[in-house]
């Protein structure tokens, strides 16, 4: 009977782990059929700092199973991205206006400068993140479909030097929470991102800034 119990679980639970439109929507133009979504954009552009956890799944050409990492992600709109990746191996990478910065288990950092003419796809999860929307349809073409509280945001790079480095950017979530981000290179190269627990209106403590930001 537990696989019966179990199926039942999870048809009650259907409106929180509801899936999000499968395809992507039309295009979101500015002046036309942004308004729409004007609401949303401001609800998670005003949440203030971000604190959650995720698994990282990444896909690559010559394996048929994907690398999975799992940690701690951090956003803070002054402070940028950050992700503490606790397993297999602790290490974090901050994005944030400076570049990009990685820092290991021993603190040992590398770091590489941020280049406005060419942004790299890490540049480009920064206004994402904000959901600054006049920055992103500079960067992108943005495709949008909802489904009641489920919604699906699509991101296709205008410029060659990021489209070397990201096919398309996909954000899904349900109401007010962000659930999964796919960063896709190619057909057989992606980065899914799935977003667990979640606390907005995060003040990050003076210990969290000196260890997970700069």
């Known amino acids: 009977m537990k696989p019966l119990f179990a199926v039942l679980a999870l048809c009650l639970c259907l409106p929180v782990c509801a899936a999000v439109p499968a395809a992507p929507g039309p295009e979101l133009v500015a002046g036309g059929n942004d308004a729409e979504w004007t ?5 998670l552009a005003g949440q203030g700092g971000v604190r959650s956890t ?22 803070s709109d002054e402070r ?27 603190g040992r ?36 479909v909802r489904d009641g509280d489920d919604w ?9 030097e990021l489209a070397r480095h990201l096919s398309t ?3 899904e979530g349900t109401g007010e929470r962000v659930r999964r981000l796919e960063f896709r290179r190619s057909a057989k190269q992606r980065v899914e991102v799935l977003i667990e627990e979640t606390q907005t209106g995060v003040t ?8 997970f930001f700069r």
């Open 39 to 43: 609401p949303l954009f401001t609800a």
């Open 152 to 160: 699906r945001l699509d991101f296709v790079p205008r410029t060659p």
């Open 109 to 144: 950092t590398r770091t590489m400068a941020a280049d406005p003419r060419a942004p790299r796809m890490d540049a480009a999860l920064l206004p994402v993140l904000r959901f600054d929307l006049p920055a992103l349809l500079k960067l992108f073409t943005l495709r949008a």
């Open 204 to 211: 990050f403590t003076a210990e969290e800034k000196e260890k």
């Open 169 to 171: 950017l996909t954000v």
């Open 80 to 106: 940028g991205l950050s992700l503490h990746y606790t397993q297999p191996e602790e290490q974090v990478m901050l994005v944030d206006a400076k570049g990009l910065m990685l820092r290991d288990a021993k």
């Open 54 to 75: 995720f698994t990282e799944n990444r896909w690559f050409s010559v394996k048929k199973t994907p690398v999975v990492l799992r940690g701690e992600l951090r956003h």
